[in-house]
């Protein structure tokens, strides 16, 4: 009895075996090509590849673009094709479908999964999109006779935190109380405020540290206290255009004392040398 149970258990782990051989050998014999991860900017478009390829012959039975878990952005099965969303347009040619996302917004950030099945078996591979978007800098360049400077970053994605640095380079944000906002279509406003106190460095910078990439992706220098701020005003980016208006405007009441002073000297010599006498003109004497 005992060897008819150990023989039946053999009998079913070479079933099991082979069937698990069989079963991967045929999943080698297809292959999905698409990338792992794909960057996209805010409010633009991404085209997603995917690509099942074999050495073997192949029946196309079933074809998906998917959302984890379950939404359907694409379907071909026996030879009818359909999609679900009025931002995504396909394109198929052979094993390989090709989708176009329009006007892309932060919900659309995540896994997108390609799931194919032919005679060959089926096989399933997902594709990371990520979402960017520039943030704007509404701060300001100096700040004069305060106790806090701000700093504003606003509409980007994704979100980030300011930090804060002095002249020397040292991170002082633990001195900052920072506010982050979340827009309308899912985009981030922050703002920081940084209590100078009694500190005696006059240039901070304000850093835009992006946690999901390790890094800072835009910084702003701030400068506070009127020495500063005068120093900030003539070398600064921003005000350079200041200091062309004024070079412009002295320039220009320059030139119109000069051209006065040419025009009334002269008339003086002229007056001098020179006089009308019944529409003649003669020398004085």
């Not at 633009?44 to 050495?55: D, P, T």
């Not at 002249?167 to 982050?180: F, H, K, L, Q």
Request: a positive charge.
């Amino acid at each position: 009895m005992a060897r008819m149970e150990t023989s039946d258990w053999k009998t079913k782990s070479l079933c099991l075996l082979s069937f698990l051989y069989i079963a991967s050998a045929d999943m080698t014999l297809m292959e999905l090509e698409l990338n792992n991860s794909v960057i996209a900017r805010y409010n633009e478009s991404i085209l997603l590849h995917c690509k099942a390829v074999s050495k073997e012959n192949m029946t196309l039975a079933l074809f998906e673009w998917l959302r984890p878990p379950n939404t359907i952005l694409y379907k071909f099965k026996k030879g009818h094709e359909a999609q679900h969303s009025p931002r995504i347009f396909w394109v198929k040619q052979g094993f390989e479908v090709s989708l176009t996302i329009n006007q892309l917004k932060p919900s659309d950030e995540g896994n997108y999964t390609c799931k194919v099945r032919t005679g060959h078996g089926m096989k399933f591979k997902n594709v990371t999109v990520e979402l960017e978007a520039p943030y704007s800098d509404s701060s300001p360049d100096c700040m004069i006779q305060v106790k806090e400077l701000t700093c504003v970053f606003s509409g980007g994605y994704p979100k980030g935190e300011i930090h804060w640095f002095d002249e020397e380079g040292n991170n002082v944000t633990d001195r900052a109380s920072n506010n982050c906002s979340e827009t309308g279509e899912g985009l981030f406003n922050i703002s920081s405020s940084y209590h100078i106190g009694n500190h005696s460095s006059h240039s901070y910078n304000c850093s835009l540290w992006i946690p999901r990439s390790a890094g800072y992706s835009a910084t702003k220098q701030i400068s506070s206290g009127w020495n500063s701020c005068a120093q900030a005003s003539l070398y600064g980016a921003s005000s350079r255009k200041g200091l062309t208006v004024a070079l412009l405007v002295w320039g220009g009441l320059l030139c119109g004392i000069l051209i006065f002073t040419a025009f009334t000297n002269k008339h003086k010599v002229r007056g001098w040398f020179l006089g009308p006498v019944c529409g003649k003109t003669h020398l004085r004497i």
